[in-house]
């Protein structure tokens, strides 16, 4: 027998490395890659990050800068008043998509053949459907003449219609309902990527079928967990049309009143200065969201 045709790790090696040198980031050098990278720069440049810089120093004044816009944000209840519902808005919106996401993302993982496909028809078809079309079916069924009042009128339970629309539980049950399939797939993807044999490996080492979710699934699944929570709550924390159309000028958010300034008052660096603040607010939450999923193992896989 020929032992030098035998496979040496030296002759398993040389060819993955081969492979790996054959790679664009090993093939190009530092200037071609940043040459082939320009476009991408200058477009980033030009489309995120001048129109950013430019709405910081337009809400310092571009006479004479200073923090007056802020202080009056900060001083006046009117405006703390909104910035207060518009995050309680977001996070109570993030929590419910959770709740009610989650066990559709866990049956969306398991299931197989034509449950699946009935599964994803019913989350991606609202996700393709314009918010308008949405935000306006909610208003169909929470008008006083609406579904649900006549149904409550008829049954008994009421005896004259209640209102609610242009309701804070209205804007939340619409926003839960329009942002929910960006939690359900993260959390999805995150599920269908974990092997069964953790499962199986926890349930005959004697852990039931609980303990197996919450000692195994569940910390496996928080990559999609954070991925979901951090969507759904910029999203919630930055969303116009839903609120304009549901909850109407008594439950007014942040992104209402942004456009309230820019296009009725006409108050550009106010408009501006509440969009800075908007920004901060959400890159605080992103980086607090960040730092509590440190402590598990699961931001592992995200970091």
């Known amino acids: 027998m020929d032992m030098s045709a035998a496979p ?20 190009y050098g530092a200037t071609l890659t940043l040459v ?6 200058v477009l980033f440049s030009i489309g995120f990050l001048y129109p950013i810089a430019r709405l910081v120093i337009m809400s310092f004044g571009d006479a004479a800068a200073d923090l007056e816009q802020y202080r009056r944000i900060f001083t006046t209840s009117l405006y703390l008043g909104v910035l207060s519902r518009t995050i309680s808005t977001a996070a109570i919106v993030t929590l419910l ?12 993982s398991k299931a197989r053949g034509r449950l699946a496909l009935v599964i994803a028809a019913a989350v991606l078809v ?47 049950l619409a926003m839960t309902h329009v942002l929910m399939p960006f939690m359900i797939l ?25 303990a197996t979710f919450l ?28 609120p304009a159309l549901v909850g109407g ?3 007014m958010t942040m992104a209402t009143l942004i456009a309230q300034q820019t296009m009725v008052v006409l108050d550009w660096p106010f408009a501006a200065a509440l969009s800075t603040v908007l920004l ?15 402590i598990s193992k699961g931001i592992n896989s995200v970091a």
């Not at 998509?97 to 969306?108: E, K």
């Not at 901060?280 to 440190?294: E, K, P």
């Open 249 to 251: 000028p008594e439950a």
């Open 97 to 108: 998509s959770l709740m009610f996401g989650y066990p559709v993302a866990l049956a969306m």
């Open 126 to 172: 609202p996700l393709w459907t314009s918010v308008l079309v949405r935000s306006y079916a909610w208003i169909v069924l929470l008008q006083r003449s609406g579904l649900v009042n006549a149904f409550l009128v008829e049954s008994g339970f009421i005896a004259a219609p209640l209102k609610l629309l242009y309701t804070d539980g209205a804007v939340i």
């Open 280 to 294: 901060l607010v959400t890159l605080l939450v992103v980086l607090a969201f960040r730092r509590a999923l440190s």
């Open 36 to 41: 082939l990278l320009m476009p991408l720069i």
């Open 215 to 242: 000692r195994v699934v569940l910390p496996l699944s928080l990559p999609g967990v954070f991925a979901g929570c951090v969507m759904c709550f910029i999203l919630a924390i930055g969303f116009y049309i839903t």
């Open 186 to 210: 993260p959390i999805a993807n995150a599920l269908r990527s974990i092997s069964p044999d953790y499962a199986l490996a926890a349930r005959s080492l004697g852990a039931g079928s609980l």
């Open 8 to 27: 040496t790790p030296g002759r398993l090696i040389g060819p993955a490395l081969r492979l790996g040198a054959a790679t664009p980031a090993g093939r």
